[in-house]
């Protein structure tokens, strides 16, 4: 009997079977930052993830150039106001379904995602008309979920 070697492999689930199937929401959680249980958004089409921040400034401290953040909108639940100090961060250009372009700070952050801690890039963006403030991206999704868009979570 021959086999199609090419074709055996798309019936390989080994590697997927490896990987966590969410929805396209999910809570996650960022330990370092003590911010639980958010919801994020999954967006196979974006390559980066993002979390919204309402403050973003570059300041020198001890002679070292650092970001602060705030995290969230003061409104959301979860909002507690601490300053978060970044000594590594990077500018990059994201690009919008629309073709606009953006230069934003981009961050490495722990993220928990049922009970599994990945780190993850996040660019820093003004999400504060979108209804999730959290999108995770194709560089987290890749590799470690299954993305199934019938389920929410």
Not at 44 to 50: I, L, Q
């Amino acid at each position: 009997m021959l086999i199609n070697h090419e074709l055996k492999s798309c019936f390989d689930f080994t590697e997927s079977q490896k990987m966590q199937t969410i929805g396209r929401e999910v809570k996650i959680s960022l330990p370092n930052q003590r911010l639980y249980n958010l919801d994020a958004k999954v967006d196979t089409g974006a390559y980066h993830s993002a979390i919204h921040c309402h403050e973003v400034q570059k300041k020198l401290i001890d002679g070292k150039t650092v970001l602060s953040v705030r995290f969230l909108d003061p409104e959301h639940p979860a909002y507690h106001e601490k300053e978060l100090i970044f000594e590594k961060f990077k500018k990059t250009i994201v690009t919008s379904s629309f073709g606009n372009k953006q230069q934003r700070y981009i961050i490495k952050l722990k993220v928990k995602i049922n009970d599994k801690i990945y780190i993850a890039n996040f660019t820093l963006a003004n999400r504060s008309r979108l209804k999730y403030p959290i999108l995770l991206g194709r560089t987290l999704l890749r590799g470690n979920f299954l993305v199934d868009p019938s389920r929410k979570q």
